[in-house]
């Protein structure tokens, strides 16, 4: 069936340093990825998203490039902030919605950005 | 802004009562989830609604039970509540069904605690 891995359960990492989260995923179906940031006692909130091979895309500092060959949509950021500590998680969908209607979480990964 | 107003925001309970929670989506969505989130924040789809008829119908014990008056409502019945059941309570909508449709607008939550 459809799955989302996202390996690191936790990433610690100094204010101003470079991070990425990994996320592959399985299917049989034409892939439609998220991220999605659930900041402490806050309801998960859309990050970005993208269904395009090989097209870079940003929202708020953070990027994402969803790769078929690889099966993966790291999430990645250039600086990180103190405020960028959250939960964040990976979520896979089908494009056309043949697969049923539902969102495939990862388990997420906890980012705790140090001063 | 807030778009999905769950209620209430925290309820606590004895094993066996029979608790419901509610859901309003001011989106004009077609969609409507019910997410479980535990203790090691994993994301489980309950249920899922499409313009008041039931789509995503996922394993969970038959003391749960949703329920549709129209497609801006959802709310979520535990009949008998269990200790495993305390967690929280997500609900969510998306636009419709299949890819950036199914982008999901989560509500603050729910918590539940069974003693």
């Known amino acids: 069936g459809d799955s989302v891995t996202q390996t690191e359960g936790l990433v610690t990492l100094t204010k101003g340093l470079p991070v990425m989260l990994n996320c592959t995923y399985q299917?049989?179906?034409?892939?439609?990825l998220f991220w999605y940031v659930q900041h402490l006692n806050e309801a998960p909130k859309l990050l970005l998203k993208?269904?395009?091979?090989?097209k870079r895309t940003e929202h708020q500092g953070f990027y994402a490039t969803l790769h078929k060959s690889s099966s993966s949509f790291h999430l990645q950021k250039s600086s990180v902030q103190l405020s960028d500590s959250a939960l964040y998680f990976c979520?896979?969908?089908?494009?056309?919605?043949?697969?049923?209607?539902?969102?495939?979480f990862g388990i997420g990964t906890l980012l705790s950005v140090k001063p | 802004e807030t778009a999905v107003f769950q209620t209430p925001n925290y309820h606590v309970t004895q094993v066996g009562n029979e608790v419901s929670f509610n859901c309003k989506q001011t989106?004009?969505?077609?969609?409507m989830y019910w997410y479980k989130q535990d203790s090691k924040k994993l994301l489980k789809i309950m249920f899922s609604?499409?313009?008041?008829?039931?789509?995503v119908n996922e394993t969970v014990p038959r003391r749960f039970s949703p329920q549709s008056s129209d497609k801006a409502h959802l709310n979520l019945r535990i009949k008998s509540v269990e200790p495993e059941d305390s967690a929280v309570y997500l609900c969510?909508?998306?636009?419709?069904?299949?890819?950036?449709?199914?982008?999901?607008?989560f509500g603050a939550g729910t918590r539940l605690s069974v003693l």
């Open positions: 979520a896979l969908s089908d494009r056309w919605g043949s697969s049923g209607n539902k969102l495939i």
């Open positions: 993208s269904s395009t091979d090989n």
């Open positions: 299917t049989t179906y034409s892939p439609f």
């Open positions: 989106l004009g969505h077609d969609t």
């Open positions: 969510a909508s998306s636009p419709g069904t299949g890819g950036s449709q199914n982008t999901l607008y």
């Open positions: 609604y499409n313009n008041k008829q039931l789509i």
